[in-house]
């Protein structure tokens, strides 16, 4: 009897705690039971510490001394910033990234489970994308600072397990939207600027403009469904490698069909225009989600018509607080 080995309830400190998956991540902890009996999880924002500096991030790991991490925190912005200002992209989230990681190794966290995106896939490739292909090739040109930092991440987990044996791992999400995304119609993710557009265009009475043909295609994935994997990953995931969080290849959607969702949400009843004039830009960018169905093949993906309809709902109900500024991101 004697050698019963006494199992610590787990701390996660979780860094990007304010942003849009960092709440997907809070809601499935504090409302959907995910949080288990003596765990503490803490969500943190830029506010509680700057993660560029290494002192900041020493002293909130020092403060709260997490035996796990979930690493959400990044510099990220929309595609003019990303292609203005390159090397601030790169220098920042390198700084952000080894002073996350390597202060947790050096405070014994036994499991981070880091954030990648699949923007940062070779420009040139060939589809579906799967894990395995991260560093085949240079990423696209306008995020290439972006992309090689968190390239970063994936070399630098698997260098700790190499030297030290630690279960630092990254989860690689699709096109992911839900509430407390960035809304903001120059600057936002696609859906969620589409959101704001049409609720805008409904209020004032006037036609939706959609940049682009509406012909480009992409996996959309709901934030609470990326909450709910990523609390499984940090659990029962034990691989190095990354895995990527997606709904299946099937279930891509164009962005007209998008809009088409969200005008149906939003009741609106006007004329949804598309300017073929503005850039398409990558057709698709189709990733696989095989490995994750063979860990999980019984997961149900919110259906996309429930998923939006609850985004629009949050967005009419918060447009108070939610982001529509221009100094936000585009994954
Ligand atoms: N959204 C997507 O479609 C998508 C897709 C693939 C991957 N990802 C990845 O998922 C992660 C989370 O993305 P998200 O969409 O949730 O982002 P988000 O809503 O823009 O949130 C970013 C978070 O990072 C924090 N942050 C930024 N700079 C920081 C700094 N210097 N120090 C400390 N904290 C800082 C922000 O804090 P404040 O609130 O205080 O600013 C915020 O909590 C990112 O790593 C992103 O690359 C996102």
Redesign the pocket.
């Known amino acids: 009897m004697g050698s019963e080995i006494k199992v610590v309830p787990m701390r996660v400190l979780v860094?990007?705690?304010?942003?849009?998956?960092?709440k997907a991540i809070e809601h499935v902890v504090q409302e959907e039971g995910g949080k288990l009996e003596g765990e503490e999880w803490i969500f943190?924002?830029?506010?509680d510490?700057?993660?560029?500096d290494v002192g900041q991030t020493r002293a909130v790991f020092e403060k709260y001394r997490p035996t796990h991490v979930i690493h959400?925190?990044?510099?990220?912005g929309g595609l003019y910033l990303h292609m203005k200002e390159n090397l601030h992209f790169l220098r920042?989230n390198i700084k952000?990234n080894d002073n996350v990681l390597q202060t947790a190794h050096e405070m014994g966290v036994t499991k981070i489970v880091s954030?990648?995106?699949?923007c940062i896939f070779p420009d040139k490739t060939t589809y579906p994308i799967d894990e395995t292909m991260i560093h085949n090739g240079p990423p696209h040109d306008s995020n290439f600072g972006y992309s090689h930092a968190k390239r970063m991440i994936d070399v630098q987990n698997r260098a700790y397990y190499q030297q030290y044996g630690h279960r630092y791992t990254a989860v690689i999400?699709t096109?992911?939207f839900g509430p407390?995304d960035?809304f903001s119609i120059e600057n936002g993710?696609v859906l969620s600027a589409l959101i704001n557009k049409t609720y805008t265009a409904k209020k004032e009475g006037s036609p939706v403009n959609v940049c682009g043909s509406g012909a480009p295609r992409r996996q959309f994935i709901y934030s609470l469904d990326v909450g709910r994997l990523i609390v499984w990953v940090l659990r029962e995931y034990e691989e190095i490698d990354p895995i990527i969080l997606s709904v299946g290849e099937e279930e891509e959607l164009s962005i007209k069909e998008a809009e088409d969702l969200i005008a149906k949400a939003l009741d609106f009843t006007g004329k949804i225009q598309f300017d073929t004039t503005m850039s398409d830009g990558q057709m698709k960018k189709t990733a696989s989600n095989a490995k994750l169905r063979r860990y999980r093949p019984n997961f149900t993906f919110t259906p996309l018509n429930e998923a939006i309809k609850m985004t629009c709902d949050w967005f009419v109900a918060n447009s108070d607080i939610a982001r529509t500024g221009r100094d936000?991101?585009q994954?």
Do not use: F
């Open positions: 860094t990007g705690g304010s942003g849009l998956v960092g943190l924002s830029s506010k510490a700057d993660l560029v959400l925190a990044a510099k990220v920042d952000i954030c990648l995106s699949s999400p096109n992911v407390y960035n993710h936000h991101h994954a």
